[in-house]
């Protein structure tokens, strides 16, 4: 993800981020416009006062904005003052500075991106009460016959962008909702696939189980018998092929529904991983997990353990690796951390392209059940992949 994609996500996250920043270089278009020298303000201490109050507020909302998720009081809540402040601000300039009207047509824009169509209604109405309440004071005689026909249809325009804005919020509030149904379908559909999946896989271990492997090590018993009364190099190879097969049979079951993650839960099962990667004398695991329980999303996240986890040690080449697993809340985060050789994360979507779908086969399910992958790694830097997944997503 390039550097202006991060930038539009960070803006498209919150939209009061937007008008937030934007009303900062308003404020010094204002003072320019206080500055010119042929206004003759009708008191300039209140109007700089104002203005200080306005600038101090904008620097709020900035502040409010930068550190996170936005509460839904904010958004109204500035756009009152700008409409108080802009009013304040023409009345203190006694009609030497009407340049400030335009500034009228701003303020119903700055909420309309909030899907909230009767706040954005209200605050334009006001807006355009607040604007024909400024001509009727701008008039000296007090006629409001003397007002310019131009002025009418300023004002009529001014409504005209209350309605549309309002029905633009409106459009944006159902797009949302149509969008956010989609996403808990597609939630729910994953869930429906991981559980299919998991049955399957516990139908295909059990059977393996009960099987074929039961038949290996019958067969390897009665050769045993055979061996201890007449030893024979032929049928010693061949046990010692049951035995191995039986092995590696034991362990596809054990990769297709690992009885300790049934039985123990998470935290137990990926400890289990991260000892049997150590156990093949290549790679170093070191594991700080928190008791998790068996929260209904572990099998995904064992999946994403168990991913990693080969990834670190087949394609990172990596000598040690860091588990952890913690719960803040209603979410579960597993990190997995290696000193290998690292990669450009850019390079993924070329990875997939090439067939290489392991860390897309896992980003993908993670995040259409609510989840996030964060990918931090660099050519000879090592990898660190953090997944953070909701506890209830199969609720």
């Known amino acids: 993800m390039s550097r202006l994609d991060r930038i539009a996500d960070y803006f498209a996250a919150e939209p009061m981020r937007v008008s937030a920043w934007l009303r900062l270089p308003l404020i010094g278009l204002i003072v ?3 500055s010119d020298p042929n206004i003759k303000m009708w ?3 209140v109007y700089y006062g104002v203005l200080a109050v306005y600038t101090a507020s904008a620097v709020v909302w900035v502040a409010i904005a930068v550190r996170g ?3 839904d009081w904010v958004a109204p809540a500035a756009t ?3 409409i108080a402040a802009v009013v304040m601000l023409c009345l203190a300039s006694g009609a030497g500075n009407t340049e400030l009207l335009p500034v009228f047509f701003l303020l119903p824009v700055s909420v309309a991106f909030q899907e909230r169509p009767v706040v954005t209604a209200v605050l334009g109405t006001i807006t355009a009460i607040a604007y024909f309440g400024i001509l009727v004071y701008y008039i ?3 006629n409001w016959d003397s007002i310019p026909g131009d002025e009418y249809v300023t004002w009529a325009a001014l409504l005209w962008l209350t309605v549309f804005t309002t029905g633009m919020c409106f459009v944006l509030k159902r797009r949302s909702e149509r969008v956010g149904q989609l996403l808990h379908t597609r939630e729910q559909l994953i869930v429906e696939a991981m559980r299919a999946d998991e049955r399957h896989n516990r139908e295909v271990a ?11 090590l019958a067969a390897r018993l009665q050769i045993e018998e055979v061996l201890e009364r007449q030893p024979d190099p032929v049928l ?6 049951l035995r191995e097969t039986a092995g590696e049979l034991r362990g596809a079951v054990s990769s297709l529904h690992p009885q300790v993650l049934a039985e123990l839960g998470l935290t137990a099962a990926i400890r289990e991983l991260g000892r049997q990667h150590a156990a093949r004398g290549t790679v170093d695991v070191i594991t700080q997990l928190d008791d998790v329980g068996s929260p209904p999303v572990q099998p995904l996240v064992y999946r994403a353990a168990k991913e990693l986890l080969t990834n670190a040690v087949k394609h990172g080449r ?17 990190v997995v951390a290696d000193d290998g050789r690292g990669f450009d994360p850019r390079d993924l979507v070329i990875s997939v392209a090439d067939g290489h779908i392991g860390l897309a086969s896992l980003t993908v399910p993670i995040e259409a059940a609510g989840g996030e992958v964060a990918i931090d790694s660099a050519p000879g830097a090592g990898t660190r992949v953090s997944v953070t997944v909701p506890v209830d997503m199969a609720a």
């Open 32 to 34: 320019l416009l206080g």
């Open 43 to 45: 008191h300039t201490g």
């Open 69 to 71: 998720q936005v509460p």
């Open 80 to 82: 009152t003052v700008d």
């Open 140 to 142: 000296a005689d007090g």
């Open 206 to 216: 059990e059977r393996l189980h009960d099987g074929p492997l039961q038949n290996l």
């Open 236 to 241: 010693q190879a061949v046990h010692s092929s």
């Open 318 to 334: 990596a000598s040690s690796i860091r588990v952890e697993l913690t719960r803040d809340g209603d979410h579960l985060t597993l």
